[in-house]
């Protein structure tokens, strides 16, 4: 008899739970015969940053997109260098090339597996390079970077922060959201994200109209009236079916995210006392729950045990960027993000598991991982 798997992420549950609203949205576009930055667009970008509690958005066609061209916008490319973590996906870091720098990497806290600022800062202080000219903060698996801590650094050094919030969706610091806090803010709309379209899609946040308005100049050729360019520019647009999509899904966002965090209750109170250890939540910060995470030194035999009983798992990310053969950098050592790139297990967290289905990967992964 075979068991029904139990998946990481489901987006064609958040398909058929909002069926009736993406399709007329869906609809909605195709009968109204403007397809690329039309009324979908601009409603999205207004009703996402009020969403957020940001002073603007302009969509783009990634979340890897939304990094460079926000770099691009705050002046940052060649020859300057940017801060950032390694155990993020390589997008983080393909977009700080793109853009023209070079990525400078910080280890992570050992609880939280985000970026260090006390860390950083005596890192800052030690190198003493005046080409590291910006931050960009990873909030990663779905909780914020101590963004009060940084944001004073970041000051304090004349440096920028962009921060990568493509996990983000409504993660918070003492009650103000991810997306907020940096000169410009990178969202990804990847289908399995908490707020994700049926494609690719992006957004970059702020609350500097200046800089919105560079962000979208870039997005589409430097153009401010059409045929002529302001500026160097390229594409890289949301578009209007994605940005319906998008509408369509958000105001249900709040109640998943809700619904995510109680399943991640559910699981930090039935995995206590498991030879694993559970993710940590910093005082004063709200998580998302894009992921839960649990760290083993057995990970890959427990992740088998697991797929051989229908639970999926993932690992975000198995290889650290500075060692992954584009990026290798066989000189620096980040013994936290090492560790734990060679740890982290993604249990199944999406808001249509059924409490069953919770309590049936308690119940396997207790049974895996043995007791502590």
């Not at 300057?80 to 090339?97: E, F, H, L, R, Y």
């Amino acid at each position: 008899m075979n068991v029904p798997r139990i998946l990481p992420a489901d987006p064609r549950a958040g398909y058929l739970a909002a069926r009736a609203d993406i399709d007329a949205a869906v609809a909605r576009v195709l009968q109204g015969g403007t397809y690329i930055l039309g009324p979908e667009l601009e409603a999205f970008e207004r009703e996402f940053a009020e969403w957020l509690g940001a002073g603007g958005a302009v969509g783009v066609a990634n979340g890897t997109d939304a990094i460079e061209l926000a770099l691009a916008a705050a002046g940052i490319g060649a020859g300057d260098k940017v801060v950032t973590v390694a155990n993020t996906v390589t997008a983080t870091v393909a977009a700080i090339q793109a853009a023209g720098a070079r990525p400078v990497f910080a280890d992570v806290e050992p609880g939280t597996l985000l970026l260090d600022v006390p860390a950083l800062e005596a890192m800052l202080a030690t190198l003493r390079d005046p080409k590291i000219k910006a931050i960009v903060p990873v909030h990663l698996y779905g909780q914020a970077v101590d963004m009060p801590r940084l944001t004073e650094l970041a000051r304090a050094r004349n440096l920028v922060v962009i921060e990568d919030a493509a996990q983000a969706h409504g993660a918070a610091v003492g009650g103000r959201r991810a997306g907020t806090w940096g000169a410009l803010a990178c969202f990804s709309f990847y289908p399995t994200k908490n707020l994700g379209a049926f494609g690719d899609a992006g957004a970059v946040t702020g609350g500097d109209a200046a800089l919105l308005e560079k962000v979208r100049l870039l997005r589409q050729y430097g153009w401010r009236r059409r045929y002529v360019s302001d500026q160097p520019g390229r594409n890289s647009r949301l578009d209007e079916m994605q940005a319906a999509i998008l509408r369509a899904r958000l105001p249900r966002l709040d109640a998943e995210n809700a619904r995510r965090a109680e399943i991640a209750g559910r699981y930090l109170a039935g995995l206590r006392g498991a030879a694993l250890t559970l993710p940590s939540v910093a005082e004063g910060r709200t998580p998302c729950w894009h992921q839960f995470v649990v760290r083993s030194p057995r990970r890959d035999e427990i992740r088998a045990q697991l797929e051989a009983k229908g639970i999926l798992c993932g690992v975000l990310y198995p290889i650290p960027v500075h060692r992954q053969p584009a990026y290798h950098d066989a000189a620096l050592s980040l013994p936290q993000t090492e560790q734990a790139c060679a740890e982290v297990l993604s249990l199944p967290l999406h808001p249509w598991l059924t409490d069953e289905q919770v309590e049936r990967v308690i119940r396997e992964i207790r049974s895996a991982a043995g007791a502590a």
